[in-house]
C-alpha cells in the first residue's frame, strides 16, 4: 500500500466548501476528512501536504471522452482555433513539411469552417499535396476535409453513391468537394490507421499521465471496438485510470460469447452501456431537429430512425445493457426519450441509469422527462462556448433551450459532465469555466440563464459522473471510505474569477491514494510528518 498522505491547510469540497482543513488518505481510501489539529495524531506515518489555502475535490470524472483517438490526436496536426482557411492551410503545410519523403497519409484534425470566408475544399490540399492523401477531422469528428489522393486512395469518385447516414459533398455540377460527413467518413478508416501513432502502452501511459495532470482520475469511454476495449481494459488495470467501458450493438448480441455484461469488472475497469447515435452534429447541419435550421433549412439527419432506435434499446435492455445515445439535436432527443418510455419498466431494472449524451438543443415539453424517465443528460459545458456562434444563426431563438444545464437541474434531472476529447481538451478547467460563465467565443455572454455555480458544475464531475456510472468507482465524494481519488488545485477555486478559474491546474492528483502528478512548476510544499515535530 502506498504511504499515507495528509493533506492540510486546505478547503476540503464535496458537494459545497466543508467545514474542515484536512483530507487523510490511508491504503488507497479517505480515512477522514477534519481539521488538521485533530488528525495529524493519527497520521503519524503520513506525508503532510501544505494545500497553501487551495480547494481540494475529489478526483474528476470525464463523463464522455474518446481516449484511443485522443491519445493519438496528441501527436497530430492541430488546427483547432484557425480564423481562417488559409490559417489552416498554413498548418497542413508545416506538417507536411516535416514528413519523410513518401506518399503516407498525413491526419489532422480541429478545422471549423465558422467564419470563414473560403469553405474548405479539395483543391486547396491538392495544391499542398498533390500526391500524398491528406485527411482531416473537423473539430466535431463528424466530417473530414479531404484532397484528391485522399478520394482515390479511399476508392470514392464523384460516381460513388451517398451511404446511409453519410454525405459526399458535391458542388452544382456534381463534383466532390472533399468534404465528407457522417457515415461516409467510414471509407477514410484505412487511411487513418497507415497514418495513426501505434497503440501502444506508451502511448496511452502518457494520455493518463496528461489527464492526471489536469485532474481527471476517471474516464467513460465511448470507443465501442473490441480492440479499443481491450486497451482500456489493460490501461486500468495498470493502475492509470479507472474507465468505464462503453460497447457498440455488436458486443451487446456477442455478449454472452465475450462474457461482458453490463456493470462487471473491478474497481478500475467496468463495462457500461450501450452508445448509439441518433443524430449527428450542429456544425455539420446533421443534428437532428424538430423544426428546420434558420439559416439552411432542413431537418439534419437522423443516424438510426426512431423505430429502430425503439428497437434497439429494447433489445439492450433484455440483454442487461442499459443505452446512452448521442442526441445533439431537439428531434433526437425527443426520439432517445420515446424509446426510453417505450421499454420504461425494462430499463429501470438495469445496473446504471440511461443516458442521453450532449442534449445541445432540447424542446421545453421534454425537459420533466428526463427526471420521470431517470434518464441522466451527460453534457459537455465546452461545447456551449465553441458552439455559441454557430448556434446563434443555425436555431435563433430556439438558443434558449440550447445546452439547458439550468433547466434540467430546475427538473432535478441528474447532469455528468466531460469534454468529448479530442473534440474539446479534457480540460476540467475550462468546463468549469464554461459552464459558470457561458461566454462563447465571441466574448458574447451566450444564453446566460442557463450558467450553473462553481459548485453544481463540481458536482457534475464527481456525484454526478458518479451515479451515471452506477458509483462503481465510488461516490465521487470526500467522504470516509471513499476511494483516495483526490485534486489538490493551485488555487481556491471559489475565490477565483472566471479567467483564474479557467487557468486553475492541479497541484497535485492522487489515485487510490498513489500520488500519480506533482506540479514541477507549483509544486506543494511537503512539511515533515506529524511525528517529526510539523
Known amino acids: 500500500m502506498s504511504r499515507a498522505l495528509l493533506v492540510v491547510n486546505a478547503r476540503p469540497w464535496s458537494g459545497s466548501p466543508l467545514a474542515a482543513d484536512a483530507v487523510l488518505v490511508r491504503d488507497g481510501a479517505i480515512e477522514a476528512v477534519g481539521w488538521a489539529a485533530g488528525l495529524r495524531a ?26 484511443v483517438p485522443w491519445a493519438r490526436a496528441r501527436r497530430q496536426p492541430d488546427l483547432h482555433g484557425t480564423p481562417t482557411c488559409a490559417d489552416a492551410l498554413e498548418v497542413v503545410a508545416r506538417a507536411l513539411a516535416a514528413l519523410p519523403p513518401g506518399d503516407a497519409p498525413l491526419v489532422g484534425r480541429g478545422w471549423d469552417e465558422t467564419g470563414w470566408a473560403v469553405a474548405p475544399h479539395r483543391d486547396a490540399l491538392d495544391a499542398l499535396a498533390p500526391r500524398r492523401p491528406v485527411v482531416l477531422h473537423r473539430h466535431d469528428f463528424h466530417a473530414l476535409w479531404v484532397n484528391t489522393a485522399a478520394l482515390r486512395a479511399a476508392g470514392v469518385t464523384s460516381s460513388t453513391p451517398d451511404p446511409d447516414g453519410g454525405v459526399y459533398e458535391r458542388d452544382a455540377e456534381g463534383e466532390l468537394t472533399g468534404v465528407v ?82 456493470g462487471s469488472g473491478d474497481d478500475w475497469f467496468r463495462i457500461g452501456g450501450l452508445k448509439l447515435f441518433a443524430d449527428g452534429t450542429l456544425g455539420s447541419r446533421t443534428a437532428a431537429m424538430l423544426a428546420p435550421y434558420e439559416d439552411r433549412g432542413g431537418l439534419g439527419m437522423a443516424l438510426i430512425p426512431p423505430s429502430e432506435l425503439r ?24 426520439a432517445t426519450l420515446d424509446a426510453v418510455e417505450a421499454h420504461r419498466d425494462a430499463v429501470a431494472g438495469l445496473r446504471f441509469p440511461p443516458r442521453v449524451e450532449h442534449v445541445q438543443l432540447l424542446d421545453p415539453a421534454d425537459r420533466a422527462r428526463f427526471r420521470a424517465l431517470g434518464v441522466i443528460a451527460s453534457m459537455q459545458p465546452q461545447h456551449a462556448t465553441t458552439d455559441a456562434v454557430v448556434a446563434r444563426t443555425a436555431w435563433g431563438e430556439r438558443c434558449v433551450n440550447a445546452y439547458p444545464w439550468r433547466d434540467l437541474l430546475a427538473e432535478g434531472v441528474v447532469l455528468a459532465f466531460g469534454s468529448d476529447a479530442p473534440v474539446e481538451p479534457p480540460v476540467p478547467a475550462l468546463g468549469l469555466a464554461a459552464a459558470v460563465g457561458r461566454v462563447g467565443g465571441d466574448g458574447r455572454p451566450f444564453t446566460p440563464a442557463q450558467r450553473l455555480t462553481l459548485d453544481e458544475a463540481l458536482v457534475a464531475y464527481t456525484r454526478g459522473a458518479a451515479l451515471a456510472a452506477g458509483e462503481r468507482f465510488g461516490p465521487g465524494t470526500l467522504t470516509p471510505g471513499a476511494p483516495g481519488d483526490l485534486v489538490v488545485w493551485d488555487r481556491d477555486l471559489h475565490g477565483a474569477d472566471l479567467a483564474a478559474l479557467a487557468a486553475a491546474a492541479p497541484r497535485l492528483t492522487t489515485l487510490a491514494g498513489r500520488i500519480v502528478y506533482e506540479s514541477p512548476v507549483r509544486a506543494v510544499p511537503s512539511g515533515p510528518s506529524p511525528g517529526e515535530g510539523a
Not at 43 to 66: K, S
Not at 242 to 253: E, F, P, S, T
Not at 317 to 327: D, E, K, Q, R, S
Open 42 to 67: 493519527a497520521a503519524a506515518d503520513a506525508r503532510v501536504v501544505d494545500a497553501c489555502g487551495a480547494t481540494v475535490t475529489p478526483g474528476l470524472t470525464d463523463a464522455h471522452l474518446h481516449l
Open 181 to 262: 460527413r457522417e457515415h461516409a467518413v467510414r471509407a477514410f478508416a484505412a487511411l487513418e490507421e497507415r497514418a495513426a501513432p501505434a497503440l501502444d502502452d506508451a502511448l496511452l501511459d502518457e494520455a493518463a499521465a496528461a489527464l492526471h495532470a489536469l485532474g481527471v482520475t476517471a474516464v467513460h469511454d465511448y470507443q465501442r471496438e473490441a480492440g479499443d476495449r481491450a486497451l482500456m481494459r489493460a490501461l486500468a488495470g495498470r493502475r492509470r485510470l479507472r474507465v468505464l467501458q462503453m460497447v457498440g450493438i455488436d458486443a451487446v448480441r456477442a455478449a454472452g460469447v465475450l462474457g461482458l455484461a453490463a
Open 311 to 334: 428497437d434497439l434499446v429494447g433489445e439492450a435492455a433484455a440483454a442487461g445493457f442499459p443505452i446512452t445515445v448521442h442526441a445533439i439535436g431537439d428531434a433526437a432527443v425527443r
